[in-house]
Nanobody, 126 residues
Framework: QVQLQESGGGSVQSGGSLKLSCAAS?????MAWFRQAPGKKREAVAH??????????RYTDSVKGRFTISQDNAKATLYLQMNTLKPEDTAMYYC????????????????????WGQGTQVTVSS
């Protein structure tokens, strides 16, 4: 059983930056960030996976060029650097993971992940 704990959320003005962290209690090979805005479905934001020794990333179109997903293996921590934030980025952000390798084709599907954090709130004001 892997436990995930997010941190780093907060309130910023449009154009600002935040860096989210997700500390994992165990080994994971497939991780992602999702978000859910009030009244909307949860959506995938960014994904970090691997094929053997090769790492790859995926991003939803609305955050490409603004958000960067990364991982510090030594600290077992996943990050999401969010720059040029917009009011539409306001949401609860969730860390998701699974131990086994994931499929790049299904990275945005919630069912792909076994473990979820409790979420951290990001609020962007105009």
């Amino acid at each position: 059983q892997v436990q995930l704990q997010e941190s780093g959320g907060g309130s910023v003005q449009s154009g600002g930056s935040l860096k989210l962290s997700c500390a994992a209690s165990g080994d994971t090979r497939c991780m992602a960030w999702f978000r859910q805005a009030p009244g909307k479905k949860r959506e995938a934001v960014a994904h970090l996976g691997s094929y053997g020794n090769t790492r790859y990333t995926r991003y939803t179109d609305s955050v490409k060029g603004r958000f960067t997903i990364s991982q510090d293996n030594a600290k077992a921590t996943l990050y999401l650097q969010m720059n040029t934030l917009k009011p539409e980025d306001t949401a609860m952000y969730y860390c998701a993971a699974k131990y086994t390798l994931c499929s790049a084709n299904y990275w945005a599907q919630e069912y792909e992940y076994n473990y979820w954090g409790q979420g951290t709130q990001v609020t962007v004001s105009s």
